[in-house]
């Protein structure tokens, strides 16, 4: 089994930065994806970015220049930095891993932007 560890968010003004850390933990196989959703109420769970094993990342068009992605620890933590804030980035931000046919998913963390 694999465990997702979440740590970071709460409450920012517009325009401020936070960071989400995700490490996994467990039976962890080499070929796998890791990223970030989110989900707001009465909404789908939306991908916010995603890093394969050989470093292609794919972000939301909605984050592009603004969130950044990075890894170390063989990939198994990443780190989602999120900068220039908006009230329309609020959600839940969960952490995900997908190996093969299986996939993993963190706790959430509460992610509030507002003055």
């Known amino acids: 089994q694999v465990q997702l560890v979440e740590s970071g968010g709460g409450l920012v003004q517009p325009g401020g930065s936070l960071r989400l850390s995700c490490t996994a933990s467990?039976?962890?196989?080499?070929?796998?994806?890791m990223g970030w959703y989110r989900q707001v109420p009465g909404k789908q769970r939306e991908l916010v970015v995603n890093?394969?094993?050989?470093?292609?990342?794919k972000f939301a068009d909605s984050v592009k220049g603004r969130f950044t992605l990075s890894r170390e620890n063989a990939g198994n933590t990443i780190y989602l930095q999120m900068n220039s804030l908006k009230p329309e980035d609020t959600a839940v931000y969960y952490c995900?891993?997908?190996?093969?046919?299986?996939?993993?998913w963190g706790q959430g963390t509460q992610v509030t932007v507002s003055s």
């Open positions: 890093v394969t094993t050989w470093g292609e990342t």
């Open positions: 467990g039976k962890l196989s080499l070929s796998n994806i």
């Open positions: 995900n891993r997908v190996e093969g046919s299986r996939t993993f």
